[in-house]
């Protein structure tokens, strides 16, 4: 059986995913979308600018011929290139642990191969490996994965690298790789892997919406997490507390709703007001009502009704570092009109411009309070007066009138929904978006597209795609207000 890279990087990612990849039925797989077409696009131009910088070659083999693949790799060592791109090294896992019993096949293909000075079977050089991420920091995934690369250089070459690099995206010089700290790491993870993959099943799902949605077993993990209501689809447990939940046996909603907080509230990722607030969840849910949350406020701040009321959602490209639309909902209750407001970059060199727009939209209603879902539009004002170098006179009566209505939701009323997102609430309330697989993840897609193309359709998307956003917070910070009213009366 043949174990690579990507095999022990998604591993650390979701225990369950590359055992279904090597074992499962491949066409049960959702068809790829969008947004993986994009990181892919986004990983190719990025490989392309690091090696433009070296002169390099790569090898040449027969597609799928991984044994042709590693000959004409070690035929460039044996030459002394100073750079090979995606090398392929093979060797036997019972060659890297001496007490190992089981025959694996391991393949390395390094995104880079770097030569330098040392002794090995191939003369007075050696080579050491680099990897190139898209990621910003040097997470611990691709620091096992380059001690992966590292341990089959070493099998091949007949020496062990002192270091390992990886080339990130906000870095203009290499990250090196502690090979001494995460080659045991690397091992133990492997190990683990092969003993996952020996079982009859693999290894229970866990629906993390953040790292879940871009996999191509997402369906059918989450078809099995609906069908047995399984705890991770309840907002709030976190692997850590699923982990504590599991050593009590408390793994179905009916015996965490049954539990007392005080059971909880000194475990491992847990306090009073996380105990007391997951049972609440898990009653809601159980329930199919809202549940109000003890010792909340009311949602003062939404149940007042203002005679001017904007609401504001931004779409961002973050591979640009570009917010290039800003959209606000002007809502004129005295007059009863309501009007949208889309301040659009065009390119990203007018970003400043749709930032200069909106502050003089929001000065024309300077008592107007300003409803948005989640922190990222208060940042966002933040980063772009900083940049911008906007007076703090301007900047700061605005970021006053800010009303999170996530934060306002969150620490007063439990929902029977499985997430907090804004597109899952709204709809539970029956919103719908105009565009059903509009999301914001797509309009980073769609935004890509329309620079690419000056295809106009793309831009319009993204519109409506904001507009509705805005639409839909009001409809959340309505319907919380509402609730809250109509309980006082009660």
Same mark, same amino acid.
């Given at each position: 059986?043949?174990?690579? $890279?990507?095999?022990?990087? @998604?591993? @650390?990612?979701?225990?369950?995913? #590359?055992?279904?990849?090597?074992? $499962?039925?491949?066409?049960?797989?959702?068809?790829?979308?969008?947004?993986?077409?994009?990181?892919q696009q986004d990983k190719i131009a990025y490989h392309r600018g690091i090696l433009a910088e070296f002169d390099y070659e790569k090898p040449k083999y027969p597609l799928g011929n991984k044994e042709a693949a590693q000959a004409a790799t070690l035929q460039l060592m044996q030459r002394g290139v100073e750079y090979i791109y995606q090398g392929v090294l093979l060797s036997?896992?019972?060659?890297?642990?001496?007490?190992?019993?089981?025959?694996?096949?391991?393949l390395s293909r390094p995104d880079l191969l770097v030569k330098q000075p040392g002794e090995s079977c191939f003369g007075d050089w050696m080579y050491v490996p680099a990897s190139m991420e898209l990621g910003k920091r040097p997470k611990q995934e691709y620091q096992v994965v380059a001690a992966f690369h590292a341990q089959a250089l070493a099998t091949v070459q007949g020496v062990t690298p002192d270091k390992a690099w990886l080339i990130l995206r906000t870095k203009d010089v290499s990250y090196p790789v502690d090979l001494a700290k995460w080659t045991p790491q690397m091992l133990q993870i492997l190990e683990e892997f092969i003993q996952a993959l020996q079982l009859s099943e693999p290894p229970e799902m866990f629906i993390s919406r953040q790292k879940c949605n871009l996999c191509?077993?997402?369906?059918?993990?989450?078809?099995?997490?609906?069908?047995?209501?399984?705890?991770?689809?309840?907002?709030?447990?976190?692997?850590?507390?699923?982990?504590?939940?599991?050593?009590?046996?408390?793994? /179905?909603?009916?015996?965490? $709703?049954?539990? &007392?907080?005080?059971?909880?509230?000194?475990? #491992?990722?847990?306090?009073?007001?996380?105990?007391?607030?997951?049972?609440?969840?898990?009653?809601?849910?159980?329930?199919?009502? #809202?549940?109000?949350?003890?010792?909340?406020? #009311?949602?003062?701040?939404? /149940?007042? /009704?203002?005679?001017?009321?904007?609401?504001?959602d931004i779409e961002a490209q973050p591979d640009l570092d570009l917010d290039y639309l800003l959209g606000v909902l002007v809502v004129d209750r005295q007059n009863h009109t309501e009007k949208f407001y889309s301040f659009l970059a065009e390119k990203p060199a007018d970003e400043e411009l749709v930032w200069r727009q909106f502050l003089d939209l929001v000065w024309q209603y300077p008592d107007a309070p300003i409803y948005h879902f989640c922190v990222y539009e208060f940042d966002t004002v933040k980063r772009l007066a900083k940049l911008y170098q906007t007076?703090?006179?301007?900047?700061?009566?605005?970021? &006053?009138?800010? %009303?999170? %209505?996530?934060? @306002?939701?969150?620490?007063?009323?439990?929902?029977?929904?499985?997430?907090?997102?804004?597109?899952?609430?709204?709809r539970w309330l029956g919103f719908e978006w105009r565009d059903k697989e509009a999301s914001g993840a797509k309009c980073i897609y769609w935004y890509d597209k329309w620079l690419e193309t000056g295809d106009r359709t793309f831009l319009e998307i993204i519109q409506r795609y904001n507009e509705d956003d805005c639409h839909a917070t009001r409809s959340v910070k309505e319907w919380l207000a509402n609730f809250f009213q109509n309980a006082q009366i009660q």
């Open positions: 059986m043949l174990i690579n $890279a990507e095999h022990l990087l @998604q591993y @650390q990612r979701c225990k369950r995913r #590359p055992i279904l990849d090597i074992n $499962a039925d491949k066409s049960l797989r959702d068809a790829p979308n969008d947004l993986l077409a994009k990181l036997n896992y019972q060659d890297w642990v001496e007490t190992a019993t089981e025959e694996y096949t391991l191509h077993w997402h369906s059918q993990c989450y078809a099995i997490a609906q069908s047995q209501k399984h705890l991770s689809l309840l907002p709030g447990v976190t692997p850590v507390r699923y982990a504590q939940l599991q050593t009590l046996s408390l793994t /179905t909603l009916e015996s965490l $709703a049954n539990t &007392n907080p005080t059971l909880l509230e000194d475990l #491992p990722g847990f306090d009073s007001i996380v105990a007391t607030k997951l049972i609440i969840q898990a009653q809601a849910v159980i329930e199919q009502r #809202p549940l109000i949350l003890p010792s909340s406020l #009311p949602a003062t701040e939404l /149940t007042y /009704t203002a005679p001017v009321e904007l609401y504001f007076p703090k006179s301007l900047v700061n009566p605005v970021l &006053n009138r800010f %009303v999170d %209505v996530y934060e @306002q939701l969150i620490q007063s009323v439990a929902l029977p929904v499985e997430s907090y997102a804004l597109k899952v609430i709204a």
